[in-house]
């Protein structure tokens, strides 16, 4: 049996990327303040933010996230042991090479960091084209485009091209996106429907195929025409028709009736987030009302953050053999992410002073601070017995 870290892939993913996170906001912070440098290689600094943003602290939380849940939900075999190791390394060491570029061969960065996606690729392709449910299958061709974006990045800055370079960060934050609606939009509403059944304040929404290819659809539309360098028009026009059929759709699972239910209510707030920000991806587009970076930060920080404490949350808990019970420090933790959103998207469309970004960052370092202070220790721990953890208050 493998040690407890390496028993499921949420145990040393979480682990790092929780850890990894206050780190990576105090260094970006301090460059952006001008207390300190990145070492960043020529690289614009807020380049060198986005790529670390996703392909370093959520690249390590999705591989956690996805990893864990496929074999409860496709009902592929868990990768543990040695294979869940080698991925390890390969995230460890696209980190080290990204903060050693000043000191490595040009290529050796951009050879090491694009590592990760095509091993775990590799690794679920066959067992993905062996599930039941053939739309597991769309996840494959999301981890080829976060490897396409990764790609796209790194050869925009070893040819200077910092646009392209953009392009790619661009391009990462749209798979993310499409993962974000695929995953949720299954986790969502099952959650919610157990939840209301257990209230008794009504069922689950029922599945609506039509609307879920069309969630889906709109937002493929919006990055192809957004990649493409569309007119802004349709772009915004695009952008508009997302906010539309997200909102339909997250209407129909009536998340405000489980206010008093944490885990499930933080999911809703992380979709709530994203219609927010199509709604100023369509305002910056239409008539440039706010400024374009206004919806990257709504839906990084307010809809991936929340999400993703959420998820991190439910699964700690519930894979670790203990109760679904949200501690306090973990509402703490959403409360927090929910203002620094807030905060930074007000820094960002009214343009307010260095405090408000740095106050920001440091409570979107915090949330993840508290997720380490409250499981890190249970990670590295082996699972309660089911029936000790049904003693637990």
């Not at 952008?239 to 059929?245: D, H, N, P, S, Y």
């Not at 499981?375 to 699972?383: D, E, H, M, Q, V």
Request: positive net charge.
């Amino acid at each position: 049996m493998p040690p407890p870290l390496l028993s499921s892939a949420f145990r040393p993913f979480y682990f790092l990327g929780a850890l990894y996170a206050p780190l990576l906001a105090a260094a970006w912070l301090g460059a952006y303040l001008g207390l300190w440098e990145v070492p960043s290689v020529g690289t614009p600094l807020r380049l060198w933010h986005g790529h670390e943003m996703l392909f370093g602290f959520a690249a390590a939380i999705i591989a956690g996230i996805v990893l864990t849940a496929l074999p409860s939900w496709a009902g592929t075999e868990e990768i543990r042991g040695g294979r869940l190791a080698l991925l390890v390394v390969l995230w460890l060491a696209g980190r080290a090479a990204f903060w050693a570029a000043p000191w490595l061969p040009p290529l050796a960065p951009a050879a090491i960091d694009l590592l990760l996606f095509p091993a775990v690729f590799a690794m679920v392709a066959p067992q993905l084209a062996r599930a039941s449910n053939r739309l597991y299958l769309l996840l494959l061709p999301i981890l080829l485009a976060l490897a396409a974006a990764n790609a796209a990045y790194h050869y925009g800055i070893l040819a200077a091209n910092t646009a392209f370079a953009g392009l790619g960060l661009r391009g990462a934050l749209y798979a993310i996106v499409v993962l974000y609606v695929l995953k949720g939009g299954v986790l969502a509403p099952i959650f919610t429907g157990n939840a209301l059944r257990e209230k008794g304040r009504g069922d689950q929404a029922p599945f609506n195929v039509e609307l879920e290819m069309l969630a889906v659809g709109v937002v493929l539309l919006l990055a192809a025409l957004d990649l493409a360098g569309a007119r802004p028009l349709w772009i915004g026009l695009a952008a508009l028709a997302c906010a539309g059929v997200h909102a339909v759709r997250t209407a129909r699972w009536k998340g405000w009736l489980l206010t008093d239910v944490p885990l499930v209510f933080v999911m809703h707030l992380g979709f709530a987030w994203l219609i927010f920000a199509f709604l100023l991806k369509a305002a910056a587009e239409l008539g440039g009302l706010v400024p374009e970076a206004a919806w990257v930060h709504a839906f990084t920080v307010g809809s991936l953050g929340l999400m993703m404490l959420g998820l991190m949350t439910r699964v700690s808990l519930r894979h670790t053999g203990r109760p679904l019970v949200v501690p306090v420090t973990m509402k703490l933790a959403y409360g927090m992410m929910f203002i620094a959103s807030l905060i930074r998207l007000a820094a960002t469309v009214h343009g307010l002073d260095d405090w408000a970004v740095a106050l920001a960052a440091v409570l979107w370092g915090l949330t993840f601070a508290l997720y380490f202070v409250q499981f890190g220790a249970i990670l590295l721990r082996p699972s309660l017995a089911r029936d000790a953890a049904e003693r637990l208050v």
